[in-house]
């Protein structure tokens, strides 16, 4: 697929297929395809704006639908070129949405109840999905070195695909990080650097790298290309509508950390309404907190537009952005389509987890505890409505914080004899 | 797909689609679909023997090429029945065939090297694949409580199944298993049973609870349904060459603990080639062991065609068998095929742990460790064929086995600033 030109803000240099520019989403100023994530008229975020004139609607179902089993089966609607499933990428997406019947009794959600589970990912964690599009933004743009400030799931996802890809890779996180998240951010043979100070100070200093000759040819993914990578949560969407057989669902939870995911949804449902690939009919859009880092659940909650910072104490640590930059869009969203947001306690956070896996033996990180939590609130509160279809999403695996559960273990001890076992009631 | 009746050892009742009988391996008598395991006349291990006339080649190929996204795409060469999709399962396979170009550099291989990655499964090992077949067999056989002996991976893979199936599960592990281990088994909400004694002593009291009218209504994945459990391996071979564009690779590397996998691999190369579904021409099986249990490296070397147990020591907890029960199978496979059995020192599963990572982005338990290490050694030892495409398999998760990775750790320290940053040579 060609990249249209469009005048003035055009980078013949750069192909990464529909996308076109980059647009401010304050002020609708547009600037050429580059490493660059805010607007330099006014300071607002920058996004990718596309040209998807290049296929009519049917022609564009057939080529999704006979594209390969990950997200690049979605490629005509992402910032990548054409031919990005033949280069090395550890190729996300196309996870299981699971038809999640045993939970659906459990809650009493009768109009069909799916977990969209992101686990399944190559590192297992959504994650993979937003690396892979800034890897091809990073190839695109020449970089050499693919960089982060993360605090557990985007290192390993970073350095996974740094190495699949060929790339340098270099991942700053806080010094003191628990050993578990060390190992699995360091195996992929990657630079991994503490920096003493806490993940504000880890952030702070990838800024200052950037705009630093040390950091040339650094693509920071979460960075100077955040607007690429940003887009890699619209295939969540993309998935979870083909996956239904080209519907909409009524209702989805998403979890919201800095609140991009729940953003880029709702862009990519609208992109498929857009593009005829969906009926155009109402849906409603959930974000969920935990309650020790609740700051837009509690602005939903108060009415408010703007978001006050919180100080996170939570151990959904995945969620744990105290000041969310896409918060103020996420209140827009959830009050635009008649959803809400809303908070559950690390007890119901844990106590979800179990749920979805003694249900549908699905093992949730705690990000998946918190929007199985903040469901099961809403409907008890009246607030998701229980007959329509309402789709959950799991952003990461339980591997990843065994520490949430870690009061769970045996139900029983016994000697290796019939008789023991039947005085331990197990029969 | 109906059953086809088989004189004398059919079980009208019992619909597990092409499986038609059991038969010993090693007399060849017959006896009907049920929960046995060993033969009545000789006590050799019990097969499945199927019926695969119901499809012509082409029609089989492309029922398998419409089918799901998991193992059940193979159901008409499964001992399922034909809807078995439609039932509640957690749907393993169609995992991750890697192109590993990367790998390959390093290692040598010029004729096409390939990981075949089941740590993509539902719980993250190649378990997931057999436990569901033994649930189907279950569910056939009208039992309601699954259980199993384990000391890991197999102990979770029977949770799940079990809670997304809603059958009871009771897991049997020795008491003192690492507490990470526990917690991966017990999420799942089942009845999770420490055994004061070792593994052996917890497979002891497994075969007297069969035996007790306490056990009725239960099946024991890996013995009273270990016929059917076993089969899931041959999805390994297909999902292989299907993924390779229906062709035979000719060089496969396979772990050995009991053996199984690897002759079930085996056997499900040579159905292909008998269904006309590949080519028919020569492929080497290659086993892969770990240095500290190596019974049947040992035997293959030294030209034994009875295996000699040991006491296992080695990190690669999950081929920790001493005493592999399809040992000599796996003996005659690698001879008949031209290929060998090799083992590697702990050392070099944690280097071959991280090539893998550093190389590919894929983090391996220490099983897939064993078999990277393998293919290396096999190829300096002039072995195995680099000029031919070999494919290896990683079976499980490494986030599963961090600890054989826990020396792994950050590459630098730094204040953070630039000047720090320079210090440390990072540019």
């Known amino acids: 697929m060609a990249v249209q030109t469009v005048a003035s803000t055009s980078n013949p240099t750069v192909d990464l297929g529909p996308a076109a520019a980059l647009s401010c989403r ?24 596309y040209d998807f004139s290049a296929y009519g609607t049917e022609e564009l ?10 997200i690049w089966r979605y490629a005509p609607l992402l910032p990548v070129p054409a031919d990005v499933a033949d280069k090395p990428n550890i190729n996300p997406g196309w996870t299981k949405l699971v038809k999640a019947d045993n939970l659906a009794r459990e809650l009493g959600v009768t109009g069909g109840l799916y977990v969209k589970d992101d686990s399944g990912n190559p590192t297992h964690s959504f994650k993979d999905r937003v690396v892979a599009q800034a890897l091809e933004a990073a190839r695109a743009f020449g970089f050499t ?14 350095g996974a695909a740094a190495a699949r890809a060929g790339f340098r890779s270099c991942v700053f996180i806080p010094h003191d990080l628990e050993q578990g998240k060390v190992v699995m951010a360091a195996v992929y043979g990657g630079e991994l650097v503490g920096i003493e100070g806490n993940y504000d100070d880890v952030n702070r200093f990838c800024s200052e790298l950037i705009g630093d000759p040390a ?24 998935e979870i509508c083909e996956q239904l057989g080209w519907r909409l669902p009524d209702q989805i939870v998403v979890p919201i950390a800095s609140g991009s995911q729940l953003t880029k949804i709702d862009k990519g449902l609208q992109e498929l309404i857009k593009l005829g690939l969906v009926e155009d009919r109402p849906y409603k859009i959930f974000g969920a907190q935990a309650e020790g880092c609740s700051p837009v659940s509690v602005a939903f909650k108060e009415g408010h537009d703007v978001v006050r910072p919180q100080k996170p104490n939570t151990i ?20 635009r389509t008649g959803g809400a947001v809303e908070d559950v306690t690390d007890e119901q956070v844990v106590d979800a987890i179990k749920l979805l896996a003694r249900t549908e033996g699905i093992f949730a990180e705690t990000a998946g505890g918190v929007t199985v939590g903040v469901t099961r609130k809403l409907i008890e509160n009246g607030v998701l409505d229980p007959t329509l279809t309402t789709v959950v999403l799991n952003t990461g695996d339980g591997l990843k914080t065994l520490d949430a559960v870690a009061g769970t273990g045996l139900t029983a001890t016994i000697r290796p004899s019939l008789e023991s076992f039947r005085e331990a009631g197990l029969v």
Chains 1, 2 share one sequence.
């Open 26 to 49: 304050e002020c609708g100023h547009r600037v050429p395809l580059g490493p660059v994530f805010a607007c330099e008229e006014c300071f607002g975020p920058l996004e990718i704006a």
């Open 61 to 70: 179902r057939a080529r999704i639908e006979a594209g390969p089993a990950n």
């Open 145 to 158: 070195t693919l960089s982060c400030s993360s605090t557990g799931n985007l290192a390993g996802a970073v």
């Open 215 to 238: 950091g040339e040819g650094w693509g920071f993914v979460n960075v100077n290309l955040r607007p690429y990578y940003a887009e890699g949560s619209k295939t969540l969407a993309y």
């Open 316 to 335: 959904a640590k995945s969620l744990a952005i105290g000041n969310p930059a896409d918060g103020p869009y996420v209140l827009d969203i959830a009050r």
